[in-house]
């Protein structure tokens, strides 16, 4: 992950040096503005690869938000009450997988449930849930 990250923000990277570069442009306040922007996305792209490589290697990355997809077999506020205590906190690896088994849990208390498949990432400082049903 952290490779496909760092190339595709060195693609990037060129990408905006030849825009800047490239005469027809030069002088333009929007695409200065484009420019600063573009610095700005790959910045924060940096920073979230950064949070991802860290939960990756057991250590904490402070997560904001909780987005879960996927489900539709459970009931909404039972899935909030389970995510909820974990908004606005530093999670490691291991408390993502408390949190994904947990989830998983509730699919098993559902009679004729099939467990699904559940994966998360890192967008940002959200995590997002994913759950195959």
């Not at 002088?27 to 790959?42: C, E, F, I, N, R």
């Not at 489900?71 to 389970?82: A, F, I, P, R, W």
């Not at 559902?110 to 849930?129: D, F, M, N, T, W």
Request: charged fraction near 25%; hydrophobic fraction near 40%.
């Amino acid at each position: 992950m952290a490779k496909a990250l760092t190339c595709i923000i060195h693609c990037l990277v060129s990408i905006v040096v030849a825009a800047a570069l490239n005469p027809a442009f030069a002088g333009q306040p929007s695409s200065q503005q484009a420019v600063g922007q573009v610095q700005k996305s790959l910045e924060d792209l940096e920073e979230y690869g950064r949070l991802e490589e860290k939960i990756e290697k057991g250590q904490k990355a402070y997560i904001e938000n909780i987005v879960v997809k996927g489900v539709t077999l459970l009931d909404s506020g039972e899935v909030n009450s389970l995510i909820e205590p974990y908004f606005r906190h530093w999670l490691t690896s291991k408390d993502i997988q408390q949190l994904i088994d947990s989830l998983k849990e509730l699919y098993r208390k559902k009679p004729h449930q099939a467990l699904p498949q559940v994966s998360y990432r890192i967008e940002g400082y959200r995590l997002v849930i994913e759950a195959k049903e």
